[in-house]
C-alpha cells in the first residue's frame, strides 16, 4: 500500500505506539480489501460504546489507548443516557462501567455524542469520505447526503479517528457505487408514513441483502429515507441505495439500468407487517429524532398524558435544540433520552412487547430485548401510549 511521509513517521513511532498501532490496523485492513493507498477523512463515528455490547474486555483495550483523535469524532449510542440514567431505570452497577467506556473515549478525544445520527451534528457533505460504524448512519451518509464511507468496525474507526485517514477501497471508489438491482415500488393511493418507509425497508433488506438498490415509485422525504435506509441496513447490508429522482447520485445512474434485475414491490407486502399485537410500551427514534419529528411527536401529544410508558431517542446535541419541543413531550409523561435506544439500552428488556415506528427496531428488538416488535405510524405509538 502506498503510504505518505506523514504515514511513513506515524508508522515509525514518531508520534507514540498508540497511533503507529492504530497505523498498522488500517494498512491490514487496506491489505485485507485491496486498497491502495488511505484517504482523509472528514469525521469518525465510532461503535462499540455500549458497555453491553464490549463488556471488560473492550473496556480494558479502550483504557490502554493513550492518543486523541485529529478528526471530530462520535460515538454510537450506548446503554444509558448520560445523565438521565437513574430516571431511565438504570442498574448503578451497569452505570458506572458504562461511565468507566465513556471516559475512557473521553480520554481519546472522541466527542461523548452517543448517536446514530451524527449528521445533525457535524456538517457532513456529499463526496466527503468518513469513518462511519452505524449501519443507519453509514446508510444516511452515503445515500442522501453522497457521503462516501464503507461500514467500519469499532476498531477500525477509532483508528481512522486517531490517525484521521482511512483505507481507500470499497464504497469510497465512485466504481463501487452503481446500482446493483431494481426495486419498482408499487405505494398504492395511501400516503406513505415514515413507518411504511421502514416496513419497506425491513421487507426490500430481506430481498437485495447487500447489493445496492435502484428505487424507483417513491418519493421520500429525508426523515423517510434515514427510516427506510435504516431497516434496509438492518435485515439486509444495505450500505448504499438510490432513489429515482431523490437521493443525490440516482440521476447518474439513470442511463446504465437496462441489464439489471427488477423486483416488484406491492403494497399489501408492506401492509402485512402492520400487526395489531399487544405491547407494554412504546419507543419512537430509531434512528434517533430528527428536530422535525420531535416536533410532530410534540404535537400529537398536546394535552395527552400516557398511559403506558413512552420513550423517545434523540441525539443530545438536537435534545439541547429543541429544548421547547422535548419540555412539551415530556409534558405527557414520556421520556426524551439522549445517548441510548430501544435496542442497546438493558432497561428495554423489562418489556414483553414492544411498539416501534421504525423497521429497524422491528427487526433487533426481539433479539435484542427480547420482546416481541409491533410497527405502526407515529400517530398509532401515540394512541397506544394514551389510550
Ligand atoms: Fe440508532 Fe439504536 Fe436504531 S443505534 S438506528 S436507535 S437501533
Not at 471530530?72 to 450506548?78: K, R
Not at 446504465?256 to 427488477?262: H, R
Amino acid at each position: 500500500m502506498h503510504l505518505d511521509p506523514d504515514d511513513e513517521k506515524i508508522l515509525a513511532g514518531e508520534q507514540g505506539e498508540t497511533r503507529q498501532k492504530m497505523l498498522e490496523l488500517l494498512i491490514a485492513l487496506g491489505k485485507v480489501f485491496g486498497a491502495e493507498r488511505l484517504v482523509g477523512i472528514r469525521s469518525a463515528q465510532v461503535s462499540g460504546a455500549s458497555y453491553k455490547t464490549i463488556g471488560e474486555y473492550g473496556l480494558a483495550w479502550l483504557s490502554s489507548l493513550d492518543a486523541r483523535a485529529v478528526v471530530p469524532a462520535v460515538l454510537n449510542p450506548i446503554g444509558m443516557p448520560r445523565e438521565r440514567w437513574q430516571e431511565m431505570g438504570v442498574e448503578p452497577e451497569f452505570a458506572e462501567r458504562q461511565r468507566a467506556v465513556i471516559a475512557a473515549y473521553d480520554r481519546l478525544g472522541v466527542n461523548l455524542e452517543c448517536t446514530c445520527t451524527p449528521y445533525y451534528l457535524h456538517e457532513t457533505s456529499f463526496g466527503d469520505h468518513l469513518a462511519w460504524s452505524e449501519s443507519s448512519a453509514v446508510s444516511y451518509a452515503n445515500s442522501v447526503i453522497g457521503a462516501r464511507t464503507n461500514r467500519e468496525g469499532g476498531p477500525g474507526a477509532l483508528a481512522a479517528a486517531l490517525v484521521g485517514k482511512t483505507p481507500y477501497y470499497g464504497l469510497h471508489l465512485e466504481k463501487n457505487r452503481n446500482p446493483q438491482v431494481i426495486i419498482e415500488v408499487v405505494s398504492g393511493d395511501k400516503e406513505w408514513s415514515i413507518a411504511h418507509y421502514g416496513a419497506l425497508g425491513y421487507h426490500a433488506g430481506k430481498i437485495v441483502g447487500n447489493k445496492i438498490p435502484f428505487i424507483r415509485g417513491i418519493i421520500p422525504t429525508t426523515d423517510q429515507l434515514k427510516a427506510l435506509g435504516a431497516a434496509m441496513a438492518a435485515t439486509g447490508a444495505v450500505a448504499l441505495y438510490h432513489v429515482k429522482d431523490v437521493t443525490p447520485e440516482a440521476k447518474k445512474h439513470r442511463i446504465n439500468l437496462s441489464a439489471l434485475e427488477v423486483i416488484s414491490i406491492e403494497p399489501a407486502e408492506i401492509d402485512s407487517l402492520f400487526t395489531e399485537i399487544p405491547v407494554e410500551a412504546v419507543a419512537v427514534g430509531c434512528p434517533h429524532c430528527s428536530p422535525a419529528e420531535l416536533a410532530n411527536i410534540a404535537q400529537l401529544l398536546q394535552g395527552k398524558i400516557i398511559t403506558k410508558p413512552f420513550y423517545v431517542f434523540a441525539a443530545q446535541g438536537v435534545i439541547d435544540t429543541n429544548q421547547k419541543t422535548v419540555d412539551a413531550i415530556e409534558k405527557s409523561g414520556a421520556r426524551v433520552f439522549a445517548d441510548t435506544c430501544m435496542v442497546v439500552s438493558p432497561v428495554m428488556e423489562q418489556y414483553s412487547g414492544i411498539m416501534v415506528n421504525s423497521g429497524k427496531a422491528l427487526a433487533y428488538v426481539p433479539d435484542m430485548c427480547g420482546a416481541v416488535a409491533r410497527i405502526g405510524t407515529i400517530e398509532d405509538c401515540v394512541k397506544e401510549a394514551t389510550s
